[in-house]
């Protein structure tokens, strides 16, 4: 069955960088889209940026300039280094995967998801 599984999340200081990794399995199972979203204390869950299988990509506004996707499709693996970090890019940040179909303006509607990662807590103090 098909797992998405993140890593990378951490501690850091104001203006530190951390770099999430998602890996999904099996090697079988090719997402079209593949995005990360987050979720604060207290707030809801956003989204944070998405890459499609043909390489459109899309940035929420608050992170545009610091953060930066990446995937491998041939690995099934999607990134997310974080730069200049702030107190509230504080979340558990999760990654999603879209099996088929058009994303690219309704990238940040979580229900358009058909797998969800289990998260990786990232604190910016």
């Known amino acids: 069955h098909v797992q998405l599984v993140e890593s990378g999340g951490g501690v850091e200081h104001l203006g530190g960088s951390l770099r999430l990794t998602c890996e999904a399995t099996?090697?079988?199972?090719?997402?079209?889209?593949m995005a990360w979203f987050r979720q604060a204390p207290g707030k809801e869950r956003e989204g944070v940026a998405v890459?499609?299988?043909?390489?459109?990509?899309v940035y929420a506004d608050g992170v545009k300039g610091r953060f930066t996707i990446s995937r491998d499709n041939a690995k099934n693996t999607l990134w997310l280094q974080m730069n200049n970090l702030k107190p509230e890019d504080t979340g558990i940040y999760y990654c999603?995967?879209?099996?088929?179909?058009?994303?690219?303006?309704?990238?940040?509607?979580?229900?358009?998801?058909?797998?969800w990662g289990q998260g990786t807590q990232v604190t910016v103090s």
């Open positions: 999603a995967a879209r099996s088929r179909g058009y994303c690219y303006d309704v990238w940040d509607r979580g229900s358009i998801y058909d797998y």
């Open positions: 099996p090697n079988s199972f090719r997402p079209y889209c």
């Open positions: 890459a499609d299988e043909d390489g459109a990509i």
